[in-house]
Nanobody, 121 residues
């Protein structure tokens, strides 16, 4: 399964961005839970933080406290896409944002290449 993120960029504090993750491949129909992670500048991969996740079957969503009320996660399974609407952006939201997917057997973990989000003050 291949994941490709898009929609990152430079925005002023208080602004909005919408990230899109498109997944494809012969096993795309096995994608179950998905989520958005972010990795702040100067930090290593073990500090990559889950900020929003959605389960495959129930569509149950969870958000990190740091983004709750500002970010909205959604998914369109007909288009094989995952979205993250980011509102009221803050400089501390600056990070590389990664899309993640887990297959329905929880045996494979897939990552995109990341998209940079920079929020200026």
């Amino acid at each position: 399964v291949r994941l490709v993120e898009s929609g990152g960029g430079l925005v002023q504090a208080g602004g909005s961005l919408r990230l899109t993750c498109t997944y494809s491949g012969s096993d795309a129909n096995t994608v179950d839970a998905m989520g958005w992670y972010r990795q702040a500048p100067g930090t290593s991969v073990e500090y990559r933080e889950l900020i929003a996740g959605i389960s495959g079957r129930s569509g149950w969503k969870n958000y990190a406290d740091s983004v709750k009320g500002r970010f909205i996660l959604s998914r369109d399974n007909t288009k094989n896409e995952l979205y993250l609407q980011m509102n009221s952006l803050k400089p501390e939201d600056t990070a590389v944002y990664y899309c993640n997917a887990v297959d329905d057997a929880a045996e494979h973990d897939y990552w995109g290449q990341g998209t940079q989000v920079t929020v200026s003050s």
